[in-house]
């Protein structure tokens, strides 16, 4: 029996899932959190061993959260599940510790194999996600345009195409302006960009997230 926690803070979504898995014996949902604040108190009280984890959900953020799962409760396996593309943000989530990352635009069967498949030890990508790994691996670890920033650097990088202020992110970040100012340079000059502007239309090309 696969004991599923699903995380996402939309209740259509939450009570999707568990129409998906209805059917199947194999799964049973033990558990359901709708921030990040509530995903970690429910792994502390409750047995599952795979996590459904929406990228978007109120609290910390979602690299951030894989990372305390994977150190505090290793035994779990977190499957990503997101709106976003296959894009850098896949690539983020599975490098921090996700054993899988699936859209929310792929089918119900798709989404229950890659369930099954986590929960069994295995990495769960599509195929187009895969080729792109192993594309970046034999370029080099990924030290490509995106590959160079660091997560507070792609972090910053979000924040600044979602319009917020260097003042509004030292306060979210918890460092000075005056360090948001030296990120974003380093932003600047590592994309090869020029602007705010330029940051704004990067972010939405490539539907980062933070």
């Known amino acids: 029996m696969i004991r599923l926690l699903i995380a996402d803070d939309h209740p259509l979504v939450r009570a999707g899932f568990r129409q998906l898995v209805a059917d199947d014996r194999s799964i049973q949902v033990v558990a359901e959190a709708?921030?990040?604040?509530?995903?970690?108190?429910?792994?502390k009280r409750t047995h599952a061993d795979v996590v459904v984890l929406d990228?978007?959900?109120?609290?910390?953020?979602?690299?951030?959260?894989?990372?305390?799962i994977r150190t505090g409760f290793p035994q779990v396996r977190v499957l990503v599940v997101s709106v976003q593309p296959e894009g850098?943000?896949?690539v983020r989530a599975l490098r921090a510790g996700a054993a899988g990352y699936v859209t929310k635009t792929q089918s119900p069967v798709e989404l229950l194999a890659a369930v099954k498949k986590v929960h069994a030890g295995g990495k769960y990508v599509s195929a187009t996600l895969g080729e792109r790994l192993a594309f970046e691996v034999e370029a080099g670890g990924g030290r490509g345009?995106?590959?160079?920033?660091?997560?507070?650097?792609?972090?910053?990088?979000?924040l600044l195409g979602n319009g917020r202020s260097n003042k509004e992110i030292a306060a979210v970040s918890r460092v000075s302006p005056k360090t948001v100012s030296t990120y974003r340079n380093r932003i600047l000059r590592k994309l090869g960009l020029k602007t705010n502007a330029d940051i704004v239309r990067y972010v939405m090309e490539h539907g980062l997230t933070a």
């Open 145 to 158: 345009r995106k590959g160079t920033l660091s997560d507070r650097e792609h972090q910053v990088l979000v």
């Open 88 to 90: 850098e943000t896949a």
């Open 55 to 68: 990228i978007n959900m109120p609290g910390p953020r979602f690299l951030e959260l894989i990372e305390r």
């Open 34 to 43: 709708v921030d990040g604040h509530d995903l970690l108190a429910q792994l």
